[in-house]
């Protein structure tokens, strides 16, 4: 089976030759939650926006669900979350799902037939005869996810779907990712919000400066990196000194690391440390985090010239 989306060599250059996108390679599975992540500035909604047909490339190799990037047909088999949407606020939930089905070519028979089912999937059935000048963000966010599966689609992409959302409210949301995924569907989140895509993704894409730097699975981007620690109460270079014919142990800070995810590989670090009588206070297997990831990529980018904390760009969200 053909990917959902699989992209090469995506590139968008702006006028003034500011260059948004700069060769983006991307495959997105069927059936998965792909969440891609970057700062503000690093091209993720230039990249949605291409997908589905807002704007131009200047250049893109590839297919959505195995079609050609661009082709019309495909894209009425395409749900849709734009960022920063505005519906007209004169109309009710209910209405505004039914504007979208009819503008996505879905028959009216159906459209009637699915919008309760649609409300009701976002949680937003009691209120479907409100008028949306009545609702809170979060409100509008789940009538604005419930408009992108009006017309069954099998890939819908979602623009920061949480933004400006409540922590309850982007609970909800991702309880309702998980059922659309649930139902087979691939989604598409492009998302600033670090532990939002943690909490739900299969696998992740992190784009800096319109360049993917990373892909893949959390296991797989995080195997690497992952090791044992051991805290101890004494000298660093005296305990570095006692573990220095043990490949790959290294001192830091009361904190000898073990490069393994085999327990077993610990041992000999905590009995030559007790043999010694530095009393070892703990040991935990480290994982980086979504985060961690992401300020590893960016900070690539940081050094001599690079200005101030680019950092500082990206909201870094604690994960509760």
């Known amino acids: 089976m053909t990917a959902a989306i699989d992209v090469q060599q995506v590139e968008k250059m702006y006028r003034g030759k500011i260059h948004a996108l700069r060769g983006v390679d991307m495959r997105v599975e069927r059936g998965e939650v ?53 519906f007209p606020e004169y109309l009710t939930g209910a209405q505004i799902v039914d504007y979208f089905g009819a503008l996505a070519g879905t ?10 089912e649609m409300l009701d999937l976002v949680g937003m059935g009691r209120w479907a005869d409100t008028k949306i000048k009545q609702y809170s963000k979060g409100m509008r966010q789940r009538v604005g996810i419930a408009q992108a599966m009006i017309n069954d689609p099998d890939l819908i992409l979602m623009d920061e779907p949480t933004d400006g959302v409540d922590p309850v409210g982007r609970k909800d949301i991702r309880d309702v990712v998980r059922t659309i995924r649930d139902r087979g569907k691939t989604v598409l989140i492009n998302s600033h919000l670090l532990s939002e895509l943690e909490m739900v993704c299969d696998r992740v894409a992190i784009m800096v400066q319109g360049e993917v730097r990373q892909q893949g699975s959390l296991d797989d981007l995080t195997e690497p990196h992952r ?20 490949e790959g142990v290294s001192v830091e800070a009361g904190i000898a690391s073990i490069p393994t995810e085999d327990p077993n590989r610990i041992q000999p670090v905590i009995d030559c440390l007790r043999a010694s009588q530095i009393v070892v ?3 935990r297997a480290y994982r980086p985090s979504l985060e961690q990831l992401f300020l590893d990529a960016v900070g690539e980018d940081s050094g001599p010239g690079a200005g101030p904390n680019k950092h500082s760009r990206m909201h870094m969200e604690a994960r509760p």
């Open 34 to 86: 792909f969440g891609l992540l970057g700062p503000n500035g690093a091209g993720k909604s230039t990249l949605v926006k291409i997908l589905m047909t807002v704007i131009s490339p200047t250049k893109c190799q590839g297919t959505m669900l195995g079609k050609p990037i661009g082709h019309k047909a495909t894209l009425a088999n395409v749900g849709y979350l734009p960022e920063h949407h505005r």
């Open 107 to 116: 028959p009216r028979a159906e459209r009637k037939r699915r919008i309760g």
């Open 227 to 246: 090791r044992y620690e051991v805290s101890f109460v004494g000298d660093d270079q005296s305990a570095a000194a006692l573990l220095a014919g043990m």
């Open 281 to 283: 206070k703990g040991v």
